[in-house]
């Protein structure tokens, strides 16, 4: 069964500067997708970037990018010049290419942006 | 395109009622999702719909769980004999066709408490 752990239940990050979060998944499949999601306080889940396995070439979202190492099982997310409307709970997610195609979620990372 | 729908927003019930929500998909989108996110946590998987056909459920799904979505249009999950374990944010998904990588939309969510 595939996992997708998020081991940081809080980050704090200046305003207008870098952070990154990790996520790890363990999986025996070759293809697959990964995705990080946003979701603000009593708001809806947001799609904030995703990244086919397949591809070696790390996905790139204006400000968000991914450092995806698929032999590590290893997706973080990287926010550049922080902005106080990107505080929120990110979730890693992972799904399969058949079947259902069912995300499985991490337990989340809290961002808090401080001024 | 107005999104996902989810009704009602909160509800607040005595353990032991029946409670029904309720999900809208985006029109065209023939796959539906319903997850339970408790606090702390990231959504699970609960169960899936391709048109108006369930595929899936997870183990999760108690018997005390059903779900619909007559016409593969709007879809509904019902509780009965709510327990106060079943207190949690019901979330609901829907994407447009297999192996479609830009994930999925969600719904805002129902925030159910059991008291």
């Known amino acids: 069964a595939q996992t997708v752990t998020q081991s940081q239940p809080e980050m704090s990050v200046q305003e207008a500067e870098t952070v990154t979060l990790s996520c790890t998944y363990d999986?025996?499949?070759?293809?697959?997708?990964l995705f990080w999601y946003k979701q603000p306080p009593s708001r809806q889940m947001i799609l904030v970037i995703r990244q086919e396995a397949y591809k070696q070439q790390n996905a790139t979202e204006n400000r968000f990018s991914v450092n995806f190492q698929k032999a590590a099982k290893s997706f973080s997310l990287k926010i550049s010049d922080s902005q106080l409307g990107d505080a929120a709970m990110y979730f890693c997610?992972?799904?399969?290419?058949?079947?259902?195609?069912?995300?499985?979620f991490g337990t989340g990372t809290r961002l808090k942006v401080l001024a | 395109d107005t999104g996902v729908s989810q009704n009602p927003r909160h509800k607040i019930t005595k353990r032991g009622q029946n409670v029904t929500f309720r999900c809208d998909p985006i029109?065209?989108?023939?796959?539906l999702y319903w997850y339970r996110q408790t606090l702390g946590q990231g959504p699970e998987f609960l169960t899936y719909?391709?048109?108006?056909?369930?595929?899936?459920k997870s183990r999760l799904l108690s018997d005390r769980f059903s779900a619909e979505r007559p016409k593969g249009s709007f879809s509904t999950l019902e509780i009965q004999r709510t327990e106060q374990g079943d207190s949690a944010m019901y979330l609901c998904?829907?994407?447009?066709?297999?192996?479609?990588?830009?994930?999925?939309?969600f719904g805002s969510g129902t925030r159910l408490t059991v008291v």
């Open positions: 998904a829907s994407s447009l066709f297999a192996g479609n990588n830009y994930g999925y939309t």
């Open positions: 997610a992972y799904r399969g290419t058949s079947g259902t195609y069912k995300y499985i």
């Open positions: 999986t025996s499949e070759s293809d697959y997708y």
């Open positions: 029109s065209e989108h023939n796959r």
């Open positions: 719909f391709q048109n108006e056909a369930q595929l899936e």
